[in-house]
Nanobody
């Protein structure tokens, strides 16, 4: 079974930075895309940033110019560098991956990591 594990969340002051990472493991044949979503209390989960292995990136409008999604070609993690953080960025951040395993293609989700931006 494919598993995604996120790390890097925590408490940060407004204007600060955090770097989230997501590692995929298991019986992986092809990774088509990976991305980050977030969900604040009382809200629906929303897309933050995605990266396709064809080279396309996509960002939610409010994070453009502040967040950057990237990957490590050697170790296969995906990162989300978050700069100039604002209190409204506070949420649980989830890693998502579109993966073809040895059995089928499906979306997978990590357990989430809490990001809190507060003074």
């Amino acid at each position: 079974q494919v598993q995604l594990v996120e790390s890097g969340g925590g408490l940060v002051q407004p204007g600060g930075s955090l770097r989230l990472s997501c590692a995929a493991s298991g019986r992986i044949f092809i990774i088509y895309a990976m991305g980050w979503y977030r969900q604040a209390p009382g809200t629906q989960r929303e897309l933050v940033a995605t990266f396709t292995y064809g080279g396309t990136t996509n960002y939610e409008e409010s994070v453009k110019g502040r967040f950057t999604i990237s990957r490590d070609n050697a170790k296969n993690p995906v990162y989300l560098q978050m700069n100039s953080l604002k209190p409204e960025d506070t949420a649980v951040y989830y890693c998502n991956a579109d993966i073809m395993s040895t059995i089928r293609r499906a979306d997978y989700w990590g357990q989430g990591t809490q990001v809190t931006v507060s003074s």
